[in-house]
């Protein structure tokens, strides 16, 4: 495992450098991408020397996110393409490290809605977590865990 501020972007002076390489890029730039992220997808160390992605990772990285206790449900949007393989093997986390959970269903059916048609499952976080799973915060408000079993799933629609 790598440090989650030593993956993929690293030295925010190397990022600077590489992208400056190809176009016009600053400091300031690249401070308005992270401030302005509609999906707050990134953050700085304090000093902004580093800079990481926030969850989403596709390469073993310690997230350095505290555990922390879910609410009774989480719940989860994605394509009904998907449905038959949810209900088969529950939620897995396939290119990702983790499996994105979101804490109220408004916000899963935005996410959801990319997918296509939508489908709606609601978790259940807290027996998940009761019978030992452990789930994260991450810093933009996204819960994550490693799988969902089909036990912990309820298809709403």
Not at 129 to 157: C, M
């Amino acid at each position: 495992m790598v440090s989650l501020w030593m993956s993929t972007a690293g030295q925010v002076s190397e990022l600077i450098a590489g992208i400056s390489k190809q176009q016009p890029f600053d400091m300031a730039m690249l401070e308005e991408i992270v401030a302005t992220d509609n999906k707050q997808r990134y953050s700085f160390n304090a000093d902004k020397t580093l800079i990481r992605a926030n969850q989403g990772h596709s390469i073993p990285v310690d997230v350095e996110f505290p555990e922390k206790q879910p609410p009774e449900y989480l719940w989860h949007g994605t394509g009904q393409k998907f449905t038959a393989s949810i209900e088969k093997q529950g939620l897995l986390p396939k290119s990702r490290l983790y499996v994105h959970l979101s804490a109220d269903e408004t916000t899963a059916k935005a996410v959801g809605m990319r997918h296509g048609k939508l489908a709606m499952y609601r978790v259940k976080s807290g027996a998940m977590s009761k019978a030992g799973y452990k789930f994260y915060l991450s810093v933009n408000g996204v819960w994550l865990t490693k799988a969902v079993p089909t036990e912990y799933l309820e298809r709403l629609y």
